[in-house]
């Protein structure tokens, strides 16, 4: 029989329960504004989650809590996803492929606003036609951000248009988990989902786009040509099957974790066939209790990576057995009460649990049967309650910088070196599809448009 779950009870009430994540917040702006990389942001979930057991009145139960974090199966995606990718972006940076597209680029002239812009729009449809967000980042980024910065973008707008691209896919791409939970809790048609949803996710894109093309931080195109050195090996854009082998396998619907690894198989045998790489440069065992290689070195990497998701999702699963998801419905059901105020509550609420939990489709699944025992209460369709909660998700999450739409595009970043690393805490504000749609949402509900009676 299995056992009861204990619900973990604060001092202090209900404000106890909030000590944890008031803590990992302040921690963060500090590192925010101390300009940390993403071991800042490590620090200040683990500090929070620390702290969070001297309010705890049962250590026991914050403990088992903890490790229920830990138990949810999109970590172990996550985390699986994240080595892998790193061991597939190590087999593309280190073949110069990078340095060969750029000085194709360059020569073509594409640099600059029309390369950001051109990015975003490839991201888009390779979001939307696969359906995942993070998977998108570790195909794109790999190839699109390093040659961006070398055709003359400002690091941190080549990753904001990567990661509003991936928004863009996560919001309308019918195959998204976010428009399938966000469609599902409501009992809605998906198709005509997505159909609706147009209305808010293509004006925010074309609000991005434009955005893009007009304030993209790029340098001259004399330091670009300086930047850009060395001759091209056409021989290396055979690794380009690396990212297509992967994009292939998504769109055909297999698991993100099987489509990498086969992208990996196929990336080693074919670098290795044309001699791109040898086996030593890829695994290596020189003696004297060490490992080399490429292999290695990429899945070392991720170490600040994986820390992070380890404190994040021990911090989730302390929020959610402290209760604050019931509070937070709570308080949805008391301040919806005309067809308005139901509509903020919902996106109030998303937002928050978006932000909390940094999965979308968790804070869905979580709010979907109240928001469609209340939006049917106050006559909201359930198309416009399916578009709210998925819009609102992908505002505030992306928006939130403890993340992973923030975290691992910097950790991604950073693998090409200084000069090319972007904070975490920067890219909000670059992300200019969640902030276009975030206008569209107050316009929505302010003034009702896309509510269909």
């Known amino acids: 029989m299995e056992q009861e779950i204990k619900r973990i009870e604060f001092r202090f009430g209900r404000f106890g329960k909030l000590i944890p ?4 917040v302040a921690m963060i702006l500090w590192a925010a504004s101390s300009q940390s990389n993403v071991n800042g942001y490590v620090l200040a979930f683990f500090v929070a989650l620390v702290t969070g057991i001297l309010f705890a009145k049962d250590e026991k ?3 088992e809590a903890l490790v229920y974090g830990l138990s949810k199966p999109m970590f172990g995606v996550i985390v699986m996803a994240v080595i892998l990718a790193a061991i597939s972006g190590k087999l593309i940076s280190s073949s110069g492929v990078v340095q060969t597209i750029a000085v194709y680029v360059v020569a073509a002239g594409f640099t600059g606003k029309l390369f950001v812009t051109a990015s975003f729009l490839i991201t888009c449809l390779l979001a939307f036609a696969t359906g995942t967000s993070v998977g998108t980042y570790f195909v794109v980024i790999p190839i699109l951000f390093p040659v961006g910065v070398m055709a003359g973008v400002a690091p941190e707008f080549m990753i904001g248009a990567i990661v509003s691209g991936a928004a863009f896919g996560d919001n309308l791409g019918p195959i998204s988990d976010t428009t399938i939970a966000s469609s599902a809790t409501q009992h809605a048609d998906l198709g005509t989902v997505v159909k609706t949803r147009m209305r808010y996710s293509l004006p925010a894109a074309v609000g991005a786009m434009v955005l893009f093309l007009l304030f993209s931080k790029t340098t001259e195109v004399g330091v670009v040509n300086e930047k850009v050195t060395g001759t091209a090996n056409p021989a290396s854009l055979v690794m380009l099957i690396v990212p297509a082998v992967i994009i292939i396998l998504c769109v055909m619907r297999m698991h993100l974790i099987t489509a990498l690894s086969w992208g990996i198989l196929v990336g080693v045998f074919v670098g290795l066939i044309f001699g791109i790489y040898t086996m030593d440069g890829l695994i290596s065992f020189p003696g004297g209790f060490s490992v080399s290689g490429a292999i290695i070195e990429a899945i070392m990497g991720t170490a600040g990576t994986m820390a992070m998701l380890i404190a994040v999702f021990a911090l989730l699963g302390v929020v ?7 509070d937070v419905g709570m308080f949805l059901a008391r301040f919806a009460k005309s067809e308005r105020s139901t509509e903020i509550a919902i996106v109030f609420s998303a937002g928050i649990l978006s932000m909390v939990t940094g999965v979308i489709s968790v804070a869905i699944v979580a709010l979907g049967d109240l928001v469609n025992e209340i939006g049917e209460k106050a006559g909201i369709n359930r ?3 399916a578009n709210l909660l998925d819009c609102t998700g992908c505002v505030f999450c992306f928006l ?7 975290v691992i595009p910097a950790q991604q970043s950073a693998q090409f070196g200084k000069d090319f690393a972007v904070a975490p805490a920067s890219i909000p504000f670059v992300n200019f599809y969640s902030l276009c749609m975030m206008v569209i949402l107050i316009v929505a509900v302010t003034t009702g448009y896309g509510r269909k009676h």
């Open 61 to 63: 139960a914050y403990g």
């Open 400 to 406: 939130s910088p403890w993340t992973v739409h923030c």
């Open 320 to 326: 959610e057995r402290s209760g604050l998801f019931e």
């Open 383 to 385: 198309y416009r309650r």
């Open 21 to 24: 994540l008031i803590v990992a």
